[in-house]
């Protein structure tokens, strides 16, 4: 099954208020599915993949019986979910670094959903219907029911002063589309993020050859690849060299872009072909579609790139 997904909220507009709503967290993390059959957990991202291995302190949801559960796994650091830790979680599929990882620092998956109850498939149900159905569960360490709010306007003024990603309003009477960007579901961010395809990268200037910034590009609806820009921040060490060493078995003799690099960035960019996803963090776009400031927080393989239109 794939996840249902929130509609953006336009620009300078608020969220939807009133009675038929409730409002959440926007969790920082990234989406998995919990599926529960015969005693067996299969936790699966956003598109997909099994990411089962890569949680180990999560295994528990297994004793819950026939379920399945959507929502996100968060690292948190000093109370606030951070992706750049959970980046380095999220791609560990060796058994005992995974265990170990765990134990030093443990995600949380915070549940927001329930689709199947003992054979029963709920996802057709109002969700206060289903919220009901998770209440009920007796869940395990490691994983907590995603809290509700009445509020939107007072949740999003908490979130920002928390620094919170920020906030999910959905309709209470409004059924689970699986696979579908519903306007039952609307997000606002208090920070634009996008996970981005790289196009390119380009060496530090110390004549290291360690990798110092990456060009940004995401597909746009003739599935072209446009360009959004350079970033050259937020990746660690450990971070720039993975990303350098994936980067390196998919390189390519021209640019990839479809449309015109400026020079100032194409020069002594090494192209790659664009499969590697980011997830990125940036203050706004420019007219031309550019992101102003883009930050780096770590490679992606749990979803799909963001399109161009989408801002």
Do not use: C, I
Request: hydrophobic share 40%; aromatic share 6%; charged share 25%.
């Amino acid at each position: 099954m794939e996840p249902m997904l929130a509609t953006p909220a336009p620009r300078g507009t608020a969220l939807p208020r009133g009675a038929a709503w409730v409002f959440e967290v926007k969790w920082d993390g990234v989406r998995v599915l919990a599926d529960v059959r015969d005693g067996t957990l299969h936790l699966t991202s956003r598109n997909g993949r099994d990411v089962t291995p890569a949680y180990p302190e999560l295994a528990a949801l297994a004793d819950l019986g026939d379920v399945l559960l959507d929502g996100e796994v968060v690292l948190l650091d000093a109370g606030v979910p951070s992706f750049a830790a959970l980046a380095e979680r999220m791609h560990v599929r060796e058994p005992r670094r995974a265990a170990a990882l765990a134990a030093a620092r443990p995600v949380t998956y915070l549940v927001f959903d329930v689709l199947r109850r003992d054979g029963h498939d709920l996802a057709p149900l109002p969700l206060e219907t289903r919220r009901a159905v998770l209440d009920a569960l007796d869940l395990p360490d490691h994983v907590q029911a995603s809290p509700w709010y009445d509020d939107g306007d007072d949740l999003w003024q908490v979130t920002r002063a928390h620094g919170l990603e920020g906030v999910v309003a959905k309709r209470r009477d409004a059924p689970y589309r699986a696979g579908r960007r519903s306007a039952d579901w609307v997000k606002a961010a208090h920070r634009r993020t996008r996970t981005a395809l790289v196009g390119g990268w380009r060496p530090q200037s110390t004549g290291t050859g360690h990798l110092g910034a990456v060009l940004l590009g995401a597909p746009d609806a003739a599935g072209d690849l446009r360009y959004l820009g350079r970033a050259g921040s937020g990746l660690t060490v450990l971070g720039a060299r993975g990303l350098r060493t994936v980067l390196q078995t998919h390189e390519r003799a021209t640019s990839p872009f479809a449309d015109p690099v400026p020079p100032v960035d194409a020069r002594g960019t090494v192209w790659v072909e664009p499969v590697v996803l980011v997830d990125t963090r940036y203050l706004v776009r420019t007219p031309s579609g550019r992101l102003r400031q883009p930050v780096v927080r770590g490679l992606r393989t749990d979803t799909t790139p963001d399109p161009w239109e989408q801002e």
